[in-house]
């Protein structure tokens, strides 16, 4: 039986194998609302049809000053909760589990998608002053403003109350996005974080908000529901974050109620290299493994059944999550099971005329 199919428990919630897909953002709300749309639903819920084991929604905003851009979900009030139950309770059906990954973007808030724009957001389409643990701009966005303390007391209560709408809304698992240059990654890294106070200086102490946010969120859900983080395990700088400071972090993390390390990198300064290539970030997580209890899952450029199979034989890891390829094949789950020799009895029903090998 290949691993990648064989379930996994974190906490009461049973995978049902361990391809997860990547939260990946849809700037697909209508402007301004952070509502999850028909979009959502049928972006999300085709890929729990595809037979993964667990889907991520997005990065969504806790509060508002906390979106990437105008069009970004958010779960920081009760309608946008309540529009997560249609998402929740699709997901369910299907026989996957849905996390939500919370965010907020920091000083990297406030651009345009795409296909709307460029750079930051002109007041006039709604743009907003983003804030950061300092003042400094990451290249090309607006200036932030400085978080008080008391903004950052007030902002790890914005993520708690976020957590507690996301299981009302029945999300079997949530993730604190701590990566990617965002917010939290601005306090862990010292690039970033120059903060006098308590939440600067150490790197437990640059750590002080994230650790505070995970044992909040633990605090407020209970026992059943995992909190994962995702973290850039590297800035690919020697003054920035580092692995050996990662792997420390998520020590503390565990310690305040962490289930599983979510491994990325990159993300919070321009001008480095980030090296590419078929499961590029699996050196970083493996060595995570090998520092935590938790469980660990990979991520980036992991596109073949096969490759994701011997990634988990071969290393403590124990999650593939899955992003691009599966934007390109929702199925991608239960074409690996095909190309494992793995039946598995998740076929949709009214699927089942186009089981392989039809
Ligand atoms: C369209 C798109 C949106 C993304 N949005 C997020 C996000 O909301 N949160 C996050 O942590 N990573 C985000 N990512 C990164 C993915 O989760 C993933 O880590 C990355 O794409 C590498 O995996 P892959 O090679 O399998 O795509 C996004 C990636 C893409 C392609």
Request: hydrophobic share 40%.
């Amino acid at each position: 039986m290949a691993k990648l199919f064989e379930s996994i428990s974190l906490r009461g919630k049973t995978s049902r194998n361990r391809i997860w897909i990547a939260p990946m953002c849809q700037y697909s709300c209508e402007h301004q609302d952070g509502i999850p749309s028909e979009w959502h639903l049928v972006h999300l819920g085709s890929r729990a049809l595809g037979g993964a084991g667990l889907v991520m929604c997005e990065a969504t905003a806790v509060h508002p000053d906390g979106r990437i851009s105008p069009w970004d979900t958010g779960i920081w009030n009760d309608d946008q909760a309540a529009a997560w139950t249609e998402v929740t309770n699709f997901i369910r059906q299907t026989g996957a589990l849905s996390a939500i990954q919370l965010g907020h973007a920091g000083r990297k808030a406030s651009i345009y998608r795409s296909w709307s724009g460029e750079g930051p957001v002109s007041p006039a389409d709604g743009g907003w002053q983003p804030v950061s643990p300092t003042d400094e701009a990451f290249p090309g966005y607006n200036p932030p403003r400085e978080l008080t303390t008391e903004d950052v007391y007030a902002s790890i209560d914005d993520w708690i109350q976020a957590a507690k709408r996301a299981v009302a809304a029945g999300f079997d698992v949530i993730e604190v996005h701590a990566a990617h240059g965002y917010l939290v990654h601005q306090f862990l890294s010292p690039i970033t974080n120059q903060r006098t106070d308590e939440f600067g200086g150490s790197v437990s102490k640059r750590a002080t908000y994230l650790v505070d946010i995970v044992a909040g969120i633990r605090a407020a859900v209970g026992e059943e529901i995992p909190v994962l983080v995702r973290f850039s395990a590297t800035d690919y700088r020697a003054d920035g974050f580092t692995l050996d400071q990662c792997a420390e972090v998520a020590k503390l993390c565990e310690d305040a109620g962490a289930d599983l390390f979510d491994i990325s990198s990159g993300g919070i300064i321009l001008g480095v290299t980030i090296p590419s290539g078929p499961g590029y970030q699996v050196p970083l997580a493996k060595e995570i493994a090998e520092e935590v209890t938790s469980a660990v899952a990979t991520v980036g450029q992991i596109t073949d059944a096969k490759q994701a199979e011997e990634i988990l034989q071969t290393t403590g890891i124990d999650i593939i999550m899955i992003g691009r390829v599966s934007l390109r094949d929702p199925y991608w789950p239960l074409r690996a099971a095909h190309e494992l020799g793995v039946e598995v009895d998740y076929w949709p029903n009214q699927y089942t005329r186009g089981k392989y090998p039809n």
